[in-house]
């Protein structure tokens, strides 16, 4: 069945011989692609990453974790080649040097004498290699993230995880390389998410608690290269999952989940940050965001997307994808990836020339049998 790619108010109706024309600020989806469909009922994670024109879907499964080229819209160019088990604890991707490098979790077995572990794979012409393989996830660990610095050393992040007790971690993937844990011992903490900016690599996470009366409470921190953490949001959610990625002309940009007022929905908050981690320039509510799987942001021909899956009913999903200007304004209206039916837990995007193309993911649910990995263009006015 083919999903319905919804956007309110983006056509106005040509008259006789006038043109159809995409109002101003508007975006439309171009034609949606099947990437995979997964053997069994779940996806555990997918990421995208590109490099110029060159697009890199990946994912993981029941089968092990997976990567096909697309082309600049998003259409497969290419089979789906297996890099290794399943990445159940997560996955993250970036392209450097012509290299693929995938970060992948795999938690720990219960029972056994298995804490886990991150994998750093590398894709290079269709060669896969294992580079390294470093820290412990714990059964409960979920999330990591990767990023290359300006010497081209990959940097791992991940969260481990046993029960309430939860901890981020960072290590650059070296040899002889060591772990650091980024959060303090007394909090819970989620998976730290890297950055790549100038000289450094930033790194965010969250640390929650629970107050006096249950309900929670905590920060999300943020570090630049090895300047000491420090808290730039409060928290009352703890899912928060923060991210960062590259703003517009040089920005960073810094995204996480919370609920404002305590007891809505999460929305996902965005905020342009110094590249020094110094100082917040704003925080804008954005799309609700509530789904399995986290949201993100993508800078894209000067302006800022937010991709965001969440709710539509009690069963359904679909992706919000929203756009802003870099000052983190709104433009237009929400466009949202639905389906009838369907369950899209997960979303991941990627800048390809002048628009975005979204990966993103559904699972089995009540009205379909079968998951799926698709890929969609998304397409603005010029102005």
Sequence with gaps: MRSRLLFALLLAVGCGDDPVRILDGACAFADEHRIAIPDGPVIDDLAIASDGDRVLAVWSERAGAFVRALDAHGAPSGEATRIGPSCEGGLAAVVHDGALHVACGRRGREGRDDEGGVQLYVVREGAVSARASLGAMGRDGSGVSVAIDAQGAPWLGWQEAEGAVSEAWIARASDGATTERLSSPRFRASRPALLASGDRVLATWAETWLDRDGDVEGRVMLRAGARAARPVADLAFDASLPMLRDGVAGDVVLGFR???????????????????????????SAAHANATGAS???????????????????????????????????????MQIYEHGAAFEHADATCVGDHVVVLFASRRSQLQQQGSVRAVAVNCASE
Excluded: K, M, N, W
């Design 258 to 284: 919370d609920r404002r007022p305590g007891g809505s929905r999460p929305r996902f908050q965005i905020a342009r940050v110094q590249s020094d981690a110094t100082a917040i320039d704003r925080i804008e």
């Design 296 to 334: 993100t942001t993508i800078a894209c021909g000067g302006d800022v997307f937010v991709i965001a899956p969440r709710t539509h009913s009690r069963t359904e999903r679909l992706v919000s994808v929203r756009r802003y200007t870099r000052e983190l304004e709104a433009r237009g209206p929400e």
